[in-house]
């Protein structure tokens, strides 16, 4: 190689790299992938801030926190998140009493008198004994009155359940103990069809909210007791 080609290949190469880091220079930033953010609680030893009443300021009447553990006895208010919520996982263990019914609500509302009238439900129940058992449809980790739930994952009476709840988008998982039992779409021709066939067809707004409070249904009667409340979302 003679020192005039070697010149001319530095310059080359020089001038390669130079257009290089003007290009990434320039470049626009990659987007982070989404992904989730960190668990946080929904319930303190002996308080619960993040909650209130469906509509109001206030904790309803009958409602008790102790050493981390969220309870009722007797029929007493609906309570909502305080915070709303678009994507997220929620995590949480629950106990209910002998016949006892009762529900969690996702991307709820306030623009109704209820919170079922906006919002999807996971159904929480004594399969065996609460009326709702006799079907599917309305058994404990169902959609309730929307998508059935498989049988035998719920634990005895007096024993301690797992719950998860998966909501991204459009997508929605509900889990019982370990097991995934229920999985569906929102807003798709399937789910509207479900929708109008269903009671929830009398709300024009049921389940289209994007984001939305958490809510825990209280006006059955019978025992129910939560612990373990925790939250992580989605950005």
Do not use: C
Request: proline fraction near 6%.
């Amino acid at each position: 190689m003679t020192p005039a080609t070697w010149r001319t290949g530095r310059a080359a190469i020089a001038a390669a790299l130079a257009f290089q880091m003007a290009a990434t220079a320039t470049a626009p930033a990659a987007r982070a992938q989404p992904g989730p953010g960190p668990w946080r609680s929904l319930i303190e030893s002996n308080g619960m801030p993040a909650w209130k009443a469906y509509r109001a300021d206030t904790i309803p009447s009958g409602w008790t926190v102790q050493a981390g553990v969220l309870s009722k006895s007797r029929p007493v208010g609906d309570i909502v998140s305080r915070e709303e919520f678009g994507d997220f996982e929620l995590e949480l263990e629950w106990r209910i009493g002998k016949g006892g019914n009762s529900g969690i609500f996702y991307r709820g509302t306030e623009e109704y008198s209820h919170v079922y009238w906006s919002a999807p439900e996971y159904q929480l129940l004594d399969d065996a004994n609460a009326a709702d058992g006799k079907l599917r449809l309305t058994s404990a980790a169902s959609n309730f009155a929307l998508d059935s739930s498989p049988p035998g994952h719920l634990r005895p009476i007096g024993e301690w359940n797992r719950t998860r709840i998966v909501v991204r988008g459009a997508h929605v998982e509900h889990w019982l103990n370990g097991a995934k039992l229920v999985e569906y779409e929102l807003w798709t021709p399937a789910w509207k069809a479900k929708v109008a066939a269903s009671k929830f067809n009398a709300f024009p707004n049921f389940g289209l909210a994007k984001r939305g409070r958490l809510a825990i249904q209280g006006d059955h009667e019978g025992e129910l007791a939560f612990r373990n409340i925790r939250i992580r979302e989605w950005k």
